[in-house]
C-alpha cells in the first residue's frame, strides 16, 4: 500500500525557514516523480513543485520559486521542502503527492499524503 | 499559466440525481486533465485520469469527458458519500494548475 506522511510542519514567524520532510512506503520511491501541492485554508489547490525520480528535473510555481527548494533522498525514501523567507500567504496544508509514473510531465497525482500545516505569524 | 474555470462554484443535488461538472482550459490541454474528489477534512483522491479513464477503485458512476479546452465530471446516481470538493487539474503544461473547485451537497 502507498503510504505519504508529511511532517515538519508548524507555526513560524515570517521571515523565517522551515523544511517539510515526506517519508514514503510501499513502492519503489526512486522510481517515480514527486511533488508538493499546498491548500490555504478553505481554498483550492495549488501545485507548489515537482521533482523527478532522479532529481535531474525540477519545476517550481513562480509564486515560491527563489524562496522553496525540492529535494529527495532515495536512499531515505524521503521528500522535502525547503521553505524560506515565508509569508503569510505560505500558510496551508502542504500535501506531497507522487506521480502515476515515472515520467514528471503530463503525469498526475495518483497518491496523496494526508499533509502538513505550516502557519507563518508573528 | 493555463487558467482552469470550473463551474460550477457550488452544486445541490437530490440522491439519485445526476450531477455534471465542467473544466474549462484558456488553452488547448488534449486530455491532459484529472479530477480529484475531497472530503471534509481528507486530502484529495484521484478519480479521473487523461481527462476519461476511471482510477482504480473509484466507483462507475463517475465518469470524464472532453478533451481540448473542454472537460466535464459527471457523477450518475448520487450517493450520500459523494458529497465533496471537487478539483479538475491540467498537467499538459508546467505549472499545472487547477480549478477552484465545486462543492457539492445534498438537497
Known amino acids: 500500500e502507498v503510504q505519504l506522511v508529511e511532517s515538519g510542519g508548524g507555526l513560524v514567524q515570517p521571515g523565517r525557514s522551515l523544511k517539510l520532510s515526506c517519508l514514503a512506503s510501499?513502492?519503489?520511491?526512486?522510481?517515480?516523480?514527486m511533488n508538493w501541492i499546498r491548500q490555504a485554508p478553505g481554498k483550492g489547490l495549488e501545485w507548489i513543485a515537482s521533482?523527478?525520480?532522479?532529481?535531474?528535473?525540477?519545476y517550481y510555481a513562480d509564486t515560491v520559486k527563489g524562496r522553496f527548494t525540492i529535494s529527495r533522498d532515495n536512499a531515505k525514501n524521503t521528500l522535502y521542502l525547503q521553505m524560506t523567507s515565508l509569508r503569510s500567504e505560505d500558510t496551508a496544508l502542504y500535501y506531497c503527492?507522487?506521480?502515476?509514473?515515472?515520467?514528471?510531465?503530463?503525469?498526475?497525482?495518483?497518491?496523496w499524503g494526508q499533509g502538513t500545516l505550516v502557519t507563518v505569524s508573528s | 499559466d493555463i487558467q482552469m474555470t470550473q463551474s460550477p462554484a457550488s452544486l445541490s443535488a437530490s440522491l439519485g440525481e445526476t450531477v455534471t461538472i465542467e473544466c474549462r482550459a484558456s488553452e488547448d490541454i488534449y486530455s491532459n486533465l484529472a479530477w480529484y474528489q475531497q472530503k471534509p477534512g481528507n486530502s484529495p483522491q484521484l478519480l479521473i485520469y487523461?481527462?476519461?479513464n476511471l482510477a482504480d477503485g473509484v466507483p462507475s458512476r463517475f465518469s470524464g469527458s472532453g478533451s481540448g479546452t473542454q472537460c466535464s465530471l459527471k457523477i450518475n446516481s448520487l450517493q450520500s458519500e459523494d458529497v465533496a470538493n471537487y478539483f479538475c487539474?491540467?498537467?499538459?503544461?508546467?505549472?499545472?494548475?487547477f480549478g477552484a473547485g465545486t462543492k457539492l451537497e445534498l438537497k
Open positions: 487523461d481527462a476519461n
Open positions: 503527492a507522487r506521480h502515476f509514473r515515472m515520467a514528471i510531465t503530463h503525469n498526475w497525482f495518483a497518491y
Open positions: 487539474q491540467q498537467y499538459n503544461n508546467y505549472p499545472n494548475t
Open positions: 510501499g513502492f519503489t520511491f526512486s522510481n517515480y516523480g
Open positions: 521533482i523527478n525520480n532522479n532529481s535531474s528535473f525540477i
